[in-house]
């Protein structure tokens, strides 16, 4: 049995871009409930893996941006990365389910690829380095997500749109618009993809 005055179901749809990301969370119908954009990282690199990390290993050393850095100190910074990003997860969160009117339940976070298990690992992979940074991130969000009991439903950013349409029962595109007249400006891409991924999710 239901409890009584227990408060409507959110899903929150994730899209990160480096170390910030848009947060658009929906009740079970679709509707908008909140959206802001949030930073998990002050102040440290917010892409550690494949600037610090590539550098450390003699990538794009002919780059002006490019600065010397030993591989030991490169793991410690992003040992250092990877602590402040769950810490700001966890920061993010707690501030989001105080603010929304709704019990949040799940989450929506862009699917993450296999990566080597070891941050030297990853450095050294040409093709990890240049995605590790966005799964850090992602990781973050989805551990503080399930320390707070919040579903994480995984999406793939392809295909999201589609079914968001489905869980929806017609075409996502006029919703998505008619909600960005609602959020106001910015409602770009990153807004749009977050708020299909959350609604994908219902």
Known sequence: MAKKNAKPSAIVGVAEHGNSAELVTVGPGGDLLDRRRVDLTHDLPAMPYHHEGAWAVGRYRDSEWSRDISLEEAVALIETVHKAADKGAEKILKALAKDVSAEISRIA??????????????????????????????????????????????????????????????DIKPHLAAMGKTAGTPWQARHKLAAAAAIAAV
């Open 109 to 170: 976070i862009r699917e993450c690829p296999p990566l080597p298990p070891t941050i030297e690992a990853r450095i050294r992979d040409n093709r990890a380095q240049t995605v590790a940074d966005g799964v850090m991130y992602r990781q973050a969000m989805a551990k503080a997500a399930e320390a707070r009991g919040w579903q994480v439903v995984w999406y793939d950013k392809d295909a999201v749109f589609d079914q968001a349409s489905k869980a929806l029962g017609a």
